[in-house]
């Protein structure tokens, strides 16, 4: 009997939630840097910690960017200006509203922007972390971090308490400024006391993302309840502390105490990853992993600098887009104001030091990119020549062509592997861009600073004013580029199964940092595969086959398999990125996880790999510099297939065979002596 497991309807099958994927990228890489760590320990330590920090830095990013887009833009820049507002009827009735009342009614679009992401995230909640795995998993089974620990993937609590926590931070942050924009200076004790109480709101939540679930469902169910009122009964007496004020001092600009947030907000996400990175190393050199990281051990700063990347110009086009349209086309800076008729409409620096960032970081870090390629191309192009000598030594001479096009097969499909350096200097670049924190504080921006370095306060700043509006519009494609991809995600089932790749590797760990981000298909799939084996283990042997992917939830589904069941269970991988993969970049999870996986199957495992195959690759053949687990049975683990099977064409062919790379493995005459092999390595005595 053969059945197949599909999950693809977890992560592309809906085009509306690939869609959606893509939006929520930076809290995708935000929630995927924990698990980049260098040991398996620090998951909800000090470490962890930190990254949880940083992820709620990004929900409070994201709603200052919609309060920077509502209040202040809008609300304080843009209504007050006829010819701002002209001919914009959905505009045109805030200007009768007082200015308290306006920014009090603008603040429901931020509000109610988290509670779409908290829909969201409770939706997939009930669709992929409703099953139930049984047994159900002992109390703070979470602390040990082990793949093999019951209920790993049960991370529901831990996403619905991280939820009620974020949700808290943005509605604090929303509060806070709106209190600051109605108050500026003058502030009576009612609004005083408000602003203390919504201040107090964000510093407990941020106390909280570092403090442990409570170990009782029940009392964390209670807690959860008791912020959720302290959340509503703050931003409601703040709402109507606003709404009620008539007198507000207004001034030209930005919005009181706006800059100075979003500023703040990046200083403390530039600390934080100082942090994590400081943290990172120190556990990498206390335990260094038994092979060299892919990305130099540097996974989890590199990724976590990657979401704020990645969030900043989210943000940043989010707010640059609604100030060109709101001033018709023009991009205003401190350089060159709008007329007076329109407004100041000027964004906050930090947005424009983010711009600079980016396009800097976008140019060194293909620079890099192409560096490494040609550095790295001899090298590659030796090891090919290796394979192809070993593979056909008595090819023909008119078999010439062929081999080439195999080497270049070759050759590119070991192109992942070299784009390590590109990744740190990518780290490196970030982190010295968040050198502009200290400019971004006292409220320099980019044209400023290039004036004060020059002596020549036109020529330069207007130069700088350029490259920074070239960086703006360039962050600002790179992220249509990414809207539209979601769009064509919508429209065609080719392109989501091209997102759906890069999110089986975004979206494989249970989310422990951030709760908005995509939901852990695994914490579905992996319960459902462990009770189907298990149901058909009861009537004898199984043998899991796993493909490309498929292979690393076969894995884990192993992992999680009572030793009652195991006896009676083998597992075929081809395709796999197990080492090539996952063990390099998430060495807390690497080869000693791999050793265990062979271990409980007593070494029923094979693993067809090709040399062609730009995914897959052996797992411990020590040829390629993967470690043995000390026991010889892992040496008939992997078998390698030669690709293709020849570089002639057969007397019975019109064509040579072709270069199957990744496709396929299940219809080769290798896949069906490995399922035999496997079937006789059953140890007859534990199948009665």
């Not at 320990?41 to 910690?49: A, N, Q």
């Not at 006829?82 to 805030?94: D, F």
């Not at 009930?126 to 620990?149: D, I, N, Q, V, Y």
Request: aromatic share 8%; glycine share 8%.
């Amino acid at each position: 009997m053969v059945e197949a497991y599909r999950w693809g309807a977890l992560t592309a099958g809906a085009a509306v939630r690939t869609a959606s994927m893509l939006l929520l990228l930076p809290f995708m890489l935000g929630n995927l840097a924990i698990w980049l760590r260098p040991t398996s320990s620090d998951r909800f330590g000090l470490l962890g910690g930190l990254c949880r920090l940083l992820a709620g830095s990004l929900t409070v990013a994201f709603t200052l960017a919609i309060v920077g887009v509502t209040m202040n833009l809008v609300g304080w820049q843009c209504v007050p200006y006829a010819a701002c507002r002209a001919h914009r009827p959905y505009l045109s009735w805030l200007v009768a509203l007082p200015m308290g009342t306006r920014l009090a009614v603008l603040a429901l679009l931020p509000l109610v922007a988290l509670r779409l992401f908290w829909a969201i995230g409770a939706r997939s909640a009930r669709a992929f972390e409703g099953f139930r795995p049984s047994p159900p998993r002992p109390p703070r089974a979470e602390m040990t971090g082990s793949l093999s620990t019951p209920g790993f993937w049960d991370d529901e609590r831990l996403t619905s308490w991280l939820r009620h926590i974020h949700v808290g931070l943005g509605a604090g942050m929303v509060d806070v400024s709106l209190l600051i924009g109605v108050s500026g200076d003058r502030r009576n004790l009612v609004g005083a006391l408000l602003l203390d109480a919504a201040a107090g709101l964000v510093l407990f939540c941020v106390v909280l993302l570092f403090l442990p679930v409570p170990a009782g469902h029940g009392q964390s169910r209670r807690f959860l309840r008791l912020l959720w009122m302290v959340v509503a009964g703050v931003t409601a007496l703040s709402l109507g502390y606003a709404a009620s004020t008539r007198e507000v001092p207004v001034v030209v600009g930005q919005m009181p105490g706006y800059e100075g947030s979003v500023a703040g907000v990046v200083a403390v996400q530039g600390v934080l990853l100082v942090m994590i990175a400081a943290v990172t190393v120190a556990r990498q050199r206390r335990h260094p992993p038994r092979a060299r990281p892919f990305l130099r051990g540097l996974g989890t700063p590199l990724v976590a600098a990657l979401s704020v990347i990645v969030a900043s110009a989210f943000t940043a086009t989010l707010v640059f887009r609604v100030a060109d349209h709101l001033d018709r086309g023009n991009i205003p800076d401190p350089i060159r104001p709008n007329p007076p008729a329109l407004g100041p409409l000027e964004p906050p620096v930090a947005y424009w030091w983010a711009a600079l960032a980016g396009l800097t970081a976008l140019l060194i870090v293909t620079l890099f990119a192409a560096l490494s390629l040609l550095t790295s191309r001899r090298r590659r192009r030796a090891r090919a020549e290796r394979v192809v000598e070993q593979d056909y030594p008595d090819a023909p001479a008119s078999a010439a062509p062929r081999l080439e096009a195999v080497r270049d097969t070759i050759a590119r499909s070991h192109v992942a592997e070299e784009l390590g350096p590109m990744l740190v200097a990518f780290f490196v670049i970030s982190s010295l861009g968040l050198a502009s924190v200290v400019l971004d504080l006292v409220g320099i921006g980019p044209t400023q600073i290039a004036a004060m370095i020059s002596g020549e306060r036109d020529g330069t700043a207007m130069l700088a004013a350029y490259v920074t509006d070239a960086g703006i519009w360039v962050i600002s494609l790179l992220v249509i580029g990414l809207l539209v991809l979601g769009f064509r995600a919508y429209r065609s089932a080719e392109t989501r199964r091209l997102v759906a790749i890069l999110w089986d590797l975004g979206t494989f760990w249970p989310r422990t940092v951030h709760p908005f981000a995509p939901p852990c298909y695994a914490a579905r799939a992996v319960p459902e595969l462990v009770k189907r084996v298990s149901g058909l283990a009861a009537r004898g042997r199984v043998v899991i086959s796993g493909h490309s992917h498929g292979s690393v939830l076969a894995a884990a589904t192993v992992l999680q398999l009572s030793p009652a069941v195991l006896p009676r269970v083998a597992m075929l991988s081809y395709g796999c990125p197990l080492h090539r993969i996952y063990a390099r970049l998430y060495p807390a999870y690497g080869e000693r996880t791999l050793c265990d996986l062979g271990e409980r199957l007593e070494w029923r495992w094979r693993n067809l790999w090709r040399d062609t195959d730009p995914i897959g690759g052996p797992v411990f053949d020590g040829r390629r510099g993967v470690r043995s687990c000390g026991d010889g049975a892992a040496e008939a683990v992997d078998v390698r297939l030669r690709d293709p099977r020849s570089v002639t064409i057969d007397p019975a062919d019109t064509v040579p065979p072709p270069v199957e790379r990744h496709w396929p493995y299940h219809t080769q005459p290798e896949y069906q002596a490995a399922v035999r092999d496997l079937s006789g390595l059953f140890d007859p005595d534990g199948l009665r």
